[in-house]
């Protein structure tokens, strides 16, 4: 069976890919590996979002997304974020294609809590038959917007997104990639992490409110069968590898 490996971009790693980054991607798909990168965007949301005179509010790390914050992030991920990304990769000499820009529900969404968050989803099914179909000659592209059952799309928290995609997927690998080297601590980079011992850490507040929706994100994955799950700045850096419950002694 093949290998798949989903990896998760931020908004501010999206504009600080190395060349390490490209060569990392090549030997994966040399080696015979489908690669699936799912991006966000939320520094660039917040300040068009500010520039347009709308308030940028989050619970938990979640945006909460009014009806105009919806336009401005569909406007963002779509018309900036997915293009961009996708000219690097293509000028690095890699297949690639947006799944997005199909015409076609990729990701399918409830409702997390419209009274609290809005326009904000979370993750109910993807059209697997289309991705794998993407994924045997390319690597695909996607920006975590997802469709209700009557057509209405929302905004899926980004990490939560692909948290969900690589499950559905039965992936091999989770990657975060983020702009630190991964979960911090007092200034150092934890270089595993169990649930228990990330649960107590944030209670203590020694993990930072946005790295809390990475780590659940993460742990999920682990939990839904997900072999391998790292938080990391760079695909070659150990990072902080996410250990499942039944590896604690």
Not at 203 to 219: D, H, S, V
């Amino acid at each position: 069976m093949t290998q798949k490996i989903v990896i998760k971009i931020g908004g501010h790693a999206s504009q600080n890919l190395t060349p390490a980054f490209f060569s990392q991607l090549h030997t994966w798909i040399d080696e015979g590996k489908q690669i699936l990168i799912v991006h966000g965007g939320g520094p660039q949301i917040s300040t068009w979002s500010k520039k347009l005179g709308l308030t940028v509010k989050k619970i938990n790390g979640i945006r909460v997304t009014d009806s105009a914050t919806l336009q401005v992030t569909q406007a963002v991920l779509l018309g900036l974020v997915q293009p961009n990304l996708c000219a690097k990769l293509a000028a690095a000499g890699l297949p690639v294609m947006g799944l997005n820009a199909a015409g076609k529900a990729v990701l399918n969404a409830d409702y997390l809590n419209q009274k609290l968050f809005g326009e904000v989803g979370q993750l109910s099914a993807i059209n697997q038959t289309y991705i794998d179909d993407v994924l045997s000659d390319h690597i695909g592209v996607i920006a975590p917007l997802a469709a209700t059952p009557d057509g209405h799309l929302l905004n899926v928290n980004g990490d939560v997104a692909a948290a969900g995609i690589a499950k559905y997927l039965n992936a091999e690998e989770f990657i975060l990639l983020t702009d630190v080297p991964g979960v911090m601590v007092k200034d150092q980079v934890l270089t595993s992490l169990s649930k228990q011992r990330a649960t107590k850490m944030v209670q203590k507040k020694l993990i930072t409110a946005g790295m809390q929706p990475k780590l659940k994100a993460a742990f999920d994955a682990l939990a839904s069968g997900v072999n391998r799950v790292t938080i990391t700045n760079q695909l070659q850096n150990s990072g902080t590898k996410l250990l499942n419950n039944q590896l604690i002694s």
